[in-house]
Structure formats: C-alpha cells, structure tokens
C-alpha cells in the first residue's frame, strides 16, 4: 500500500502542474468565447434530498472562462466554501470554445491527453493497485492527499473539434452492473482477507456480517443474474451536432466541454443554453421493461433477478 501512496501522490503532483499548464494555455488564447452554467450548491445535510427543481444561472464572456478554470483546478475540499456538502459532486456544465491554428491545438490535444490519462491512472492507483476494499477507499485517499475530492479528480476532460452545434438538457439514470455469482464471492471473501472494516463498526460485527454474505451468495444457483444497481441523481448532458459525421452525441457534462475551431470560426460553432430543471419535465422517451429483483444486500445495492 505504502507504494500505491507513494504513486498516488507523485500521480497527483502530475495532474496538478498539467492542469495549471492548461489553465495557462487558455488563458493566452485571444480568440476564444465560454458559456457555463452555475448550479446551486448543495449544503451539508441536504445531499439525499429528492430534488425537484434546479435554478441555473447563466454566465458569459470573460467570467465564464474564469469560472470554468477555476472548475478544472477544484481538486480540494478547502477550495470550496465551509457551507456546502463534501458528499455532493460539483458540476460546472458548459462550453470553452477557442479559435487557434493547428499548432495551437496539437499543444492543447497533447496536454489534454495527458491530463486525462493521469486522471485515469490516479483512479487505477484508488480502486486497483491500492488493494483496498471499496469500503476502505474514503480512508486511503485521505490518509494519502486529504480532502481530496475524487470526482473531480477521476473526471475526464471532453475536448471536441470543429463541431457545429452544442445543446444542453438534463438526464436521470440508474447505473447497472451486472456480476456473476463467482465475482461477488471474490469480491465478498477479499473484503473478508483484507482484515479492513469500514470506519465506526467493531471488526467482530464485520466479520460476521460478510460471512453471512458470502453463506447467502454461496447458496444461489450458479446460473444466478445477480446485478447492482444505483440511482444517480440527475445531471446535465451536452448533445453536440457534428454533420462531418452526420451524428450526434451525447456527453456527460460536469466540466465544461473544450471545443477547438480550427478549420472553423467561432460563429460557426452554435452554443445552446441549459434549462432549469423541473423535475416534471423530463420526458422519458422510451424506459425499457425491466425484470423484477429482490434485494439481497443492501450496502452493496446487489439485487437478484427472479
């Protein structure tokens, strides 16, 4: 573990002199243009209310592109102010979009690359080469680079090129997962070898309540369809339009999008504004029938199908 720290670390000290570099990079550019959207934020103590309802704040211009370096660098939960939730994501929809040559974006596409495969290799360091529970994580990341806030560390970031239009909407998912009896097992008996458990509960009750887990696993057939499934709570989308391609694609929206015109011009490049969201609204154009499934251990959200 004192390794996977160590890389951590050293990984971390990367991501945050590339990130500086590129917060460098677009500030120099001249020709440039942002819209981003502020959402408001969620306050200690309020992270598992239901929302029904999200005001968004539009901010153009010069402040847009402030606000939205100021996104890429939040790493830390000191930058953020006292009042607001440790536990919720910070999310800063919206669009950087920069008129340069060529050159100017192989620099920017390079530094990019590099910043996201940092941000991957950070997230392997946590979930894989640190050979801790899922349980135990929160800890090793804090004991390592305390109030560290993971997701936006971890998330990746979009950069598009010479695309026509960006529009902006909102998306309520489940994340579903399906595992095989045999991989839950594993996951349960490692969990069990760790000699780990999850901070405020005795080792003793830990211990017992994986056993029972892995008897109540271990007695399913082994043809079992066995899936976890986690509601996330709604978040922006960008729908971009590229007719090079005659496609449109939908990303993911938490940090502003980067968007390069290099054989176009800024007015040729449509952004779109991001609408309140009101939880009455959004139409569900086609839910899938799902099977039913029974609960079989809560903590790790692992249904059953039946």
């Known amino acids: 573990m004192n390794n996977a720290k160590y890389d951590l670390i050293e990984g971390f000290n990367r991501l945050e002199s590339k990130i500086t570099e590129l917060s460098q990079l677009i500030a120099e550019q001249p020709s440039i243009s942002a819209t981003v959207f502020r959402l408001p ?115 990746t970031l ?14 309520n998912k489940k994340v579903i997962n399906k595992m095989t009896k045999e991989q839950v097992l594993s996951k349960l008996q490692g969990s069990l070898e760790s000699g780990r ?41 960008a729908r971009v339009w590229d007719s090079t391609q005659q496609k449109q694609t939908q990303f993911a929206c938490a940090n502003p999008l980067l968007i390069f015109a290099v054989e176009k011009s800024l007015t040729d490049i449509v952004i779109g504004n991001l609408p309140d969201y009101h939880v009455d609204n959004i139409a569900i154009r086609h839910r899938p029938r799902s099977k039913p499934v029974e609960l079989l251990i809560p903590r790790l959200n692992l249904y059953m199908e039946i």
């Not at 606000?67 to 009042?83: M, Q, R, T, W």
């Not at 979009?158 to 998306?171: K, M, N, P, S, V």
């Open 197 to 237: 458990q999850p901070l405020g509960v005795a080792k003793e009750e830990w211990l017992k309540q994986l056993e029972q887990e892995i008897l109540l696993i271990s007695q399913l057939n082994n043809d079992v369809v066995l899936k976890t499934q986690r509601p996330v709570k709604v978040q922006p989308i």
């Open 158 to 171: 979009t950069y598009l090129t010479d695309i026509d239009t960006i529009r902006f909407g909102w998306a």
């Open 41 to 155: 934020d969620v306050m200690k103590g309020e992270e598992n209310n239901e929302i029904k309802q999200i005001d968004v704040e539009k901010i153009t211009g010069k402040l847009a592109i402030q606000h939205a370096i100021e996104h890429y660098n939040l790493l830390f939960i000191h930058d953020k102010s006292e009042l607001t939730s440790n536990k919720s994501a910070v999310r800063l929809p919206g669009a950087i979009c920069i008129d340069i040559p060529y050159s100017t974006y192989q620099t920017f596409r390079v530094l990019l690359d590099e910043i996201n495969e940092l941000k991957i290799q950070i997230k392997q360091i946590v979930t894989q080469k640190s050979g801790v529970d899922e349980s135990q994580r929160f800890e090793f990341i804090h004991d390592t680079l305390h109030g560290l806030l993971t997701l936006n560390t971890y998330r």
